[in-house]
T-cell receptor, first 112, second 115 residues
Framework: DQQVKQNSPSLSVQEGRISILNCDYT??????FLWYKKYPAEGPTFLIS?????DKNEDGRFTVFLNKSAKHLSLHIVPSQPGDSAVYFC???????????FGKGTKLTVNP | DAGVIQSPRHEVTEMGQEVTLRCKPI?????LFWYRQTMMRGLELLIY????????DSGMPEDRFSAKMPNASFSTLKIQPSEPRDSAVYFC?????????????FGSGTRLTVV
């Protein structure tokens, strides 16, 4: 039973436009959420995070939105750049635990 | 800072053989994690250590898998005997420990193929 779900395996957008990656979770005990980016043949790298006490966190071109009532979060990338092409993983943790539960990832392709 | 170092990068072995994957965490990091990535299951946590002590091994698939952390700078994940279904990318990650605010730092992974 997947506790963190990324229902879109892939997404394609044009350079300069907005990319929106979605993530749903089922465990209401999750209180910290992270996004990772992964290039081929590399390990995932931390991108941005959000605590459940917030509904938005912004870092440059990247913004994460959290809707606790819907158990949904999204990552917005504006403007999208070709270098953003990668697999994006959503992850969640609960109660100060160090264990991260990951979604299966969404492959983003940004076309020049 | 060299990051989390995993070896080997690629491993091809025959079914039934023993496989040992190695990891050197970032110096000063107190927690170490082993993850496995497959198409079917995505990234799943196998085991994690804090201050060299195994904290949660509930993700270890079966007795064929074992992990050790003899000191703060080295960990191994062993599969004996290996099976074709163990083919996956195995990632090691480390963190400072405590709240997960800044996530982990992952290594580049070991791609294991069991034939």
């Amino acid at each position: 039973d997947q506790q963190v779900k990324q229902n879109s395996p892939s997404l394609s957008v044009q350079e300069g436009r907005i990319s929106i990656l979605n993530c749903d979770y089922t465990n209401s005990m999750f209180d910290y959420f992270l996004w990772y980016k992964k290039y081929p043949a590399e390990g995932p790298t931390f991108l941005i995070s959000i605590s459940s006490i917030k509904d938005k966190n912004e870092d440059g071109r990247f913004t994460v939105f959290l809707n606790k009532s819907a158990k949904h979060l999204s990552l917005h990338i504006v403007p999208s750049q070709p270098g953003d092409s990668a697999v994006y993983f959503c992850a969640a943790a609960q109660g100060g635990s160090e264990k991260l539960v990951f979604g299966k990832g969404t492959k983003l392709t940004v076309n020049p | 800072d060299a990051g989390v170092i995993q070896s080997p990068r690629h491993e091809v072995t025959e079914m039934g053989q023993e496989v040992t994957l190695r990891c050197k965490p970032i110096s000063g990091h107190n927690s170490l994690f082993w993850y496995r990535q497959t198409m079917m299951r995505g990234l799943e946590l196998l085991i994690y250590f804090n201050n060299n002590v195994p904290i949660d091994d509930s993700g270890m698939p079966e007795d064929r898998f074992s992990a050790k952390m003899p000191n703060a700078s080295f960990s191994t994940l062993k599969i004996q005997p290996s099976e074709p279904r163990d083919s996956a990318v195995y990632f090691c990650a480390s963190s400072l420990g405590g709240p997960i605010s800044y996530g982990y730092t992952f290594g580049s992974g070991t791609r294991l193929t069991v034939v």
